[in-house]
């Protein structure tokens, strides 16, 4: 499994916390390309017009084109954006919707964006549908059928986790994306967490609308995402927040490449950060995502052992990030804190950790990232500081 060097790749990381199992919440990036942004944040101050005018988006359209290529779309298709965030906002603004048209969702997805889905509603008169897929779950086709089972004739458009937020599945959105569109019903893939974390061949996967973070499973700099958008769904398609070329008359790749003032390092660092991770495996991307899957699947077996928790999906559903649902939330105290964060706090005050909790159909699941910097050893030393605690 390659676990002999991981102890050479955490030394490209550099952590305030003596341990970092919660890749999946912000991601985390490497020292050498910490420093490479810094040098293009330099760049940019020592002569911002000709930056602005000139330089930046020459190199920004080389990053773009080289981004679309690593992800399997024709580069026209595919947009940077700062985050995941914005790629929804620019596309649930650019669709009109009638009172009464739906839209469908999961009971695993993102979330924070309930409220952006709520005000959708309130403002259009959209129906939110919701389709719960059971958690734990043993069969990838019980998970399209659920999906399929919520749709009606007013469903417009469904918006799905890729790697859920919630539980960390890897849905077969291959299949659900294929399904919905039998259906006649576009899907905006919610793939933040899988750029870096599984392969993707987007213009094969053939959604509508597929939106993912840099910043998380690639290690780019923080505001670092793309949005790509099928060919033939590019006519209304507008950035959320808009200025010069954004208008829908203008070539889709053009309509997000200014969108004011605003620093692009983070953009600007794609390239060597593809090149640069990919480089610490010796077979490349390929051979990272194998070997983070690989990680992840050992330690959940260990957790699950020691600590007496279920596995709640089978490894064909998982990823590099895994769930855990603890049969009992255990005590942590109030702290004025949301319920799902109190425990993440005191793993922090008590050990110094950074993981992180959710609470999901009642219960509190533990939900843990494996990436090149993380070794067995960290999850054999989570699984004594929780002996301790449970
Ligand atoms: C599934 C999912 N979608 C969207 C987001 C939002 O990402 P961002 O804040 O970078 O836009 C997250 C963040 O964790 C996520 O897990």
């Known amino acids: 499994m390659g676990d002999d060097l991981y102890e050479s790749w955490a030394g490209h990381w550099s952590f305030a916390t003596p341990l970092y199992l919660n890749h999946g919440s912000f991601g985390a990036t ?147 994306v294929d399904a919905l569109g039998k259906k006649g019903v576009d899907t905006f893939v919610d793939g933040a967490h899988a750029v870096g974390h599984v392969k993707l061949d987007l213009e094969k996967m053939g959604a509508a609308y597929y939106a993912s973070n840099n910043h998380k499973w690639l290690c780019a700099p923080v505001s670092s995402g793309f949005l790509y958008v099928r060919s033939d769904r590019q006519a209304d398609i507008i950035p959320a927040v808009a200025s010069k070329d954004s208008a829908a008359d203008r070539p889709f790749a053009a309509r997000f490449s200014w969108q004011g003032t605003k620093n692009l390092s983070a953009r600007l660092c794609l390239p060597e950060t593809m090149a640069v991770i990919g480089s610490y495996h010796h077979e490349g991307w390929a051979g990272i995502y194998g070997r983070n899957h690989a990680l992840a699947v050992r330690a959940r077996e260990l957790l699950s052992r020691e600590l007496g928790l279920a596995i709640p999906c089978p490894e064909s559903l998982t990823g590099a990030m895994f769930t855990l649902p603890f049969q009992k939330a255990p005590q942590t105290g109030e702290r004025g804190l949301r319920p799902e964060l109190r425990f993440n706090h005191m793993m ?35 699984v004594k500081d929780l002996k301790t605690i449970l």
């Open 30 to 176: 490497p020292d050498e390309i910490n420093i490479l942004k810094e040098r293009f944040d330099r760049e940019l101050n020592a002569d911002r017009d000709w930056f602005f005018w000139f330089e930046g988006p020459e190199r920004l359209e080389v990053v773009r084109r080289q981004m679309a290529a690593f992800v399997g779309v024709d580069e026209g298709n595919m947009v940077l954006v700062d985050n995941v965030t914005e790629a929804l906002a620019s596309v649930l603004k650019s669709l009109s919707f009638e009172p009464g048209d739906e839209i469908l969702i999961t009971d695993h997805g993102y979330p924070p964006y309930e409220d952006v889905f709520r005000e959708l509603a309130r403002r259009t008169g959209v129906k939110f549908l919701v389709a719960e897929v059971p958690y734990p779950v043993t069969d990838d086709g019980q998970i399209i059928q659920d999906v399929l089972d919520r749709l009606t004739d007013r469903t417009r458009l469904a918006i799905i986790d890729h790697i859920t937020s919630r539980t960390a599945l890897v849905f077969p959105i291959a299949r659900i």
């Open 348 to 382: 922090r005050e008590k050990f110094g950790y950074g993981l992180n909790t959710l609470l999901f159909k009642g219960r509190l699941l533990m939900r843990l990232t494996a990436h090149l910097y993380n070794g067995l050893a960290d999850y054999e030393r989570l």
